[in-house]
């Protein structure tokens, strides 16, 4: 019988070019089983951290508190796209060399804090089922409404000519091509998104991540399970008696712990995923049930 896959977390640092589930596929591959998944996307042209599932690390995908993100990014004034990047069709173009740097400082301004950002008709949000994306490709106008979003940080790091490059904090669920297109109609002359790099996303960033061809060459996790759950969660350390109980899916006693929370063994070993349900704490995931033996 083969061995079971490893279980945890590999932090890819994604080329540009590959999707999401490209890059999955590779890490497949490489590491040689097919239960491996990705959290949150990046669209092809992007490039930087995507967290991935292995093995059982695959059960915390849908956990993970990923609602903070930064990016590095450049921004062209002077010409707006259809979708927003450099990907699009031109729609307009103008001459963004009277711009100043202060209306580009006044720019970024308002649109840093809590804004209400339209997100980008080219975006994989759903419109009566369909993907935006979908429709706007079938020759549909999209217009998707207005959501509330946070840029904790919007700010220019170099000017160069009509190009713009920037470090951005958000919310998840803020379009980073979305602010480019924004910045460049609030000075008048368009603008679109010409590069996009993720540094972080929740608590996983560059210094956790590896290319493919890092991980070709070396395929081990960037986070093994226990590891993982540490760095992810909310830690809740359990006795004997308790480790038992959970290893059987029963509920505990509270835990006062915000949200998700990891129950770990007396050893060290995640048991669970577990959250605190009125007057108890139940198991959302099992990740080390009654019948596996402890390493």
């Not at 890059?23 to 930087?48: C, E, N, Q, S, W």
């Not at 008048?188 to 560059?206: I, N």
């Amino acid at each position: 019988m083969s061995p079971s896959p490893p279980s945890g977390l590999v932090v890819v640092d994604k080329p540009g070019g590959l999707t999401s589930h490209d890059v999955v596929g590779r890490l497949r591959r490489i590491l040689r089983t097919r239960k491996v998944g990705h959290a949150g996307t990046l669209d092809p042209m992007a490039t930087g951290v995507l967290v991935c599932g292995v093995g059982r690390g695959t059960k915390l995908l849908g956990h993970l508190a990923l609602d903070t993100k930064a990016y590095t990014a450049t921004i062209r004034l002077g010409v707006a796209t259809a979708t927003d990047d450099a990907e699009g069709e031109t729609l307009s173009t103008a001459d963004a060399s009277g711009v100043t740097d202060a209306a580009v400082a006044a720019g970024i301004a308002a649109l840093t804090g809590d804004i209400a950002q339209v997100p980008s008709s080219v975006s994989a949000i759903k419109v009566d089922g369909r993907r935006a994306y979908a429709r706007v490709r079938a020759g549909e106008e999209v217009v998707l409404a207005a959501r509330p979003v946070t840029v904790s940080a919007f700010t220019l790091l170099a000017r160069r000519g009509d190009d713009l490059d920037v470090v951005v904090e958000c919310t998840s669920g803020t379009y980073v091509r979305a602010l480019a297109r924004d910045l460049g109609a609030g000075l008048g002359v368009g603008g679109h998104l010409t590069a996009l790099r993720r540094t972080r996303v929740g608590p996983f960033d560059l210094g956790l991540a590896r290319t493919l061809e890092q991980l070709d060459a070396d395929p081990t996790l960037s986070l093994p399970l226990d590891a993982a759950v540490a760095v992810a969660f909310p830690r809740r350390d359990l006795d004997d008696a308790a480790a038992q109980d959970v290893r059987h899916g029963r509920p505990l006693p509270p835990s006062g712990l915000p949200g998700v929370h990891g129950a770990f063994a007396p050893d060290g070993r995640v048991l669970a995923l577990m959250a605190d349900r009125g007057e108890v704490a139940r198991p959302v995931v099992v990740l080390a049930p009654a019948n596996e033996p402890a390493p």
